[in-house]
């Protein structure tokens, strides 16, 4: 069975939570991409925050080597990032075992996230990893799985914005609820979750029906 565990990695100097504390505010990863580079690629959103404030900020933070604007708007700014190799160690001890942050949350004081690891052989070894790296590992919640370590290839936050859609009633016809309810029910922006929907939806047809034709 798979694990999946909610946690907080406090460290003031993990990527990001500079900008999040300079525009007091905070941001909602919804993807990070390890490169054959080593580079790590995320893309991230904020809510209510001036664009030029953010572009600033993101200027200023050593961390980001490189940064493109997807979406620049006071109601949502959405960006791909590039960060520097020297902070990310951490992703790379996740990415080492199958997993990363997805739909992770920034603050000035670090990131919360929901993730899946493999077992829990798996997972104590990331929190092992936090401890040499000086990252505070705190964890809120862990549960079992029913299916195995990749859960049809879903990750955690793709398979938890599955179900809420089907729970809400969003498959329904006619639908009982839109992107908004779901984003609401699971403390991310609409887009964030359009795109977890869409990705999810992509494994599971992947992991099930195409598999068959291969």
């Known amino acids: 069975?798979?694990?999946?565990?909610?946690?907080?990695?406090?460290?003031?100097?993990?990527p990001l939570?500079?900008?999040?504390?300079?525009?007091?505010?905070?941001?909602?990863?919804?993807?990070?991409?390890?490169?054959?580079?080593?580079?790590?690629?995320?893309?991230?959103?904020?809510?209510?925050?001036e664009p030029n404030a953010l572009e600033s900020a993101l200027l200023g933070d050593e961390s980001v080597v490189e940064s493109v604007a997807i979406d620049s708007t006071v109601v949502e700014s959405r960006y791909r990032v590039v960060l520097d190799t020297d902070y990310v160690e951490i992703y790379t001890q996740l990415v080492a075992r199958q997993?990363?942050?997805?739909?992770?949350?920034?603050?000035?004081?670090?990131?919360?996230?929901?993730?899946?690891?493999?077992?829990?052989?798996?997972?104590?070894?990331?929190?092992?990893?936090?401890?040499?790296?000086?990252?505070?590992?705190?964890?809120?919640?862990?549960?079992?799985?029913?299916?195995?370590?990749?859960?049809?290839?879903?990750?955690?936050?793709?398979r938890e914005a599955l179900l809420v859609a089907y729970r809400?009633?969003?498959?329904?016809?006619?639908?009982?609820?839109?992107?908004?309810?779901?984003?609401?029910e699971l403390d991310a922006t609409t887009s964030a979750i359009s795109e977890r929907l869409r990705r999810g939806t992509h494994q599971l047809i992947d992991h099930t029906l195409a598999s068959s034709e291969r």
């Open 17 to 49: 939570c500079a900008i999040a504390e300079e525009l007091d505010s905070r941001l909602i990863v919804d993807n990070v991409v390890s490169r054959a580079t080593d580079e790590t690629t995320l893309v991230f959103s904020a809510t209510g925050v």
């Open 99 to 158: 997993t990363y942050p997805m739909g992770a949350i920034v603050t000035a004081h670090g990131w919360t996230v929901s993730t899946q690891f493999a077992d829990r052989a798996d997972l104590e070894a990331f929190r092992d990893a936090c401890q040499s790296s000086n990252v505070t590992f705190r964890p809120h919640r862990v549960c079992e799985t029913e299916h195995g370590g990749d859960d049809y290839g879903l990750t955690a936050p793709q």
């Open 1 to 14: 069975m798979g694990i999946i565990c909610e946690f907080e990695l406090e460290l003031a100097d993990l």
């Open 168 to 184: 809400l009633g969003y498959f329904a016809v006619p639908r009982e609820a839109d992107l908004t309810d779901l984003s609401a």
